[in-house]
């Protein structure tokens, strides 16, 4: 997984947890998903501050799109 990867699996993951699906589970598991929601946006902060100033024109790409930004 890479981290405009990671970046899309943790925005997906505070989409669920916002959801009104959310009243059908139980709060551990609620808790249980936040955490791997900010596992992932950890893991996206890293790969982008790694690369940074140093990403090929098809990596910034990929983080534009998963990000929802234009790249110009």
């Known amino acids: ?3 405009p990867a990671h970046y ?3 925005e997906r993951l505070l989409t669920v947890v916002q959801s009104d699906d959310t009243r059908r589970l139980h709060p551990t598991d609620v808790a249980r998903i936040n955490g791997l929601a900010q ?6 902060l890293a790969a982008a501050t790694a690369l ?3 990403m090929d024109a098809a990596t910034a790409t990929a983080w ?6 234009k790249r110009s």
């Open 52 to 54: 940074s100033g140093r």
């Open 64 to 69: 534009s799109t998963a990000a929802g930004v």
């Open 8 to 10: 899309r699996e943790a």
């Open 39 to 44: 596992a992932h946006a950890t893991l996206a």
């Open 1 to 3: 997984m890479n981290g």
